[in-house]
């Protein structure tokens, strides 16, 4: 079945790069996801990439594909103290309608 | 343009009771779909809601079941309410004509069961 990893958590300081990874099994994938949870809220969608794309960007995120590897990056450029919250990394197969969602990745920013 | 509306948005039930909660999908979407959050892990799916109709679902027992309306709100019933069911109970709305079917999430209901 498919499965999505994600690391549990990320620090970074205030002005920095964060870079958050994700790992997928389903080499069908077609789109792959990235939702924000902030406390108390639910998932907000973030931004998404087809699967015959490598990069994606969209102001001060950069998604990053490697399909070979099934692995998929998140750069949030300039972190703010605001970007404080768990990412999840999701993934759709062609076979199926239903986004499959990882742990979720909790990025601490710092002053 | 209304987004996405849960509730209640919190509450407490016993072991054995029956709950319902609900949803009312973001204006021009037509697809809704149930997730369960435990603490500390991503949302699993329960199942999706097309044309009143269950449309998939996921590794959840038969006492989980649900509606979808007309207008495409939806509710969500869980009955024999066990501890485990604690969780925090995330409705998405989608619309089926996107191929990337992004989906557009409540703000959550939190169960607690006691």
């Known amino acids: 079945g498919e499965d999505v990893e994600q690391s549990l958590f990320l620090s970074v300081r205030e002005g920095d790069s964060s870079v958050i990874n994700c790992t997928y099994t389903?080499?069908?994938?077609?789109?792959l996801y990235w939702y924000k949870q902030e406390p108390g809220a639910g998932l907000q969608l973030l931004t998404y990439?087809?699967?015959?794309?490598d990069m994606k960007q969209d102001q001060r995120l950069t998604v990053l594909l490697n399909k070979k590897d099934k692995h998929l990056s998140l750069r949030i450029a300039d972190t703010q103290t605001g970007d404080s919250a768990i990412y999840f990394c999701?993934?759709?197969?062609?076979?199926?309608?239903?986004?499959?969602f990882g742990r979720g990745t909790s990025l601490i920013v710092h002053p | 343009e209304t987004g996405v509306t849960q509730s209640p948005t919190h509450l407490i039930k016993t072991r054995g009771q029956q709950v319902t909660l609900r949803c009312s999908s973001q204006?021009?979407?037509?697809?809704v779909s149930w997730y369960q959050q435990a603490l500390g892990q991503g949302p699993q799916f329960i199942f999706q809601?097309?044309?009143?109709?269950?449309?998939g679902r996921g590794n959840f027992p038969p006492r989980f079941s649900g509606l979808q309306f007309p207008n495409y709100s939806s509710e969500l019933n869980v009955n024999a309410l066990e501890l485990d069911d604690s969780a925090l109970y995330l409705c998405?709305?989608?619309?089926?004509?996107?191929?990337?079917?992004?989906?557009?999430f409540g703000e959550g209901s939190r169960l607690t069961v006691l």
């Open positions: 389903d080499s069908s994938s077609t789109y």
């Open positions: 809601y097309y044309r009143e109709e269950e449309n």
């Open positions: 998405a709305s989608s619309f089926s004509g996107r191929p990337a079917g992004e989906l557009f």
């Open positions: 204006s021009g979407h037509n697809t």
């Open positions: 999701a993934e759709k197969s062609g076979g199926s309608y239903i986004p499959t």
């Open positions: 990439i087809f699967s015959n794309m």
